[in-house]
Nanobody
């Protein structure tokens, strides 16, 4: 499966932004899709949120609870997270990844075998 992330841009603190991860291939619905981010000062991709194959099971990082919502549309091969009340510390490159494992096993970077190219979100204060 090939993934393409989009939707990033420069926004003001307090704004909302909707990202998108679109996949090619007919096996999209067999993957858990997760979002990670890498901040300018970070060396690792940090987990943001993930959604299971059917779209019903979702997990969020502690910092994402209440501000990030993730939705999945298997008919469109898409997973779209929406970020509300953006903060300057949300500035990062956001990546989507596909994992063959279930949500409970896909809360870190390693279980993801396919990655999109990333989309940059810059939040100004």
């Amino acid at each position: 499966v090939q993934l393409q992330a989009s939707g990033g841009g420069t926004v003001q603190a307090g704004d909302s932004l909707r990202l998108s991860c679109v996949a090619s291939g007919s096996t999209f619905s067999t993957y858990t899709i997760g979002w990670f981010r890498q901040t300018p000062s970070g060396n690792e991709r940090e987990f943001v949120a993930t959604v299971g194959r059917s779209g019903e099971v979702k997990k969020y990082a502690d910092f994402a609870e209440g501000r990030f919502t993730i939705s999945r549309d298997n008919a469109k091969n898409a997973v779209d997270p929406e970020i509300h009340n953006l903060k300057p510390e949300d500035t990062a490159v956001y990546f989507c990844g596909a994992s063959p494992f279930g949500v409970a096993q896909a809360l870190t970077r390693l279980p993801y075998h396919h990655w999109g190219q990333g989309t940059l979100v810059t939040v100004s204060s």
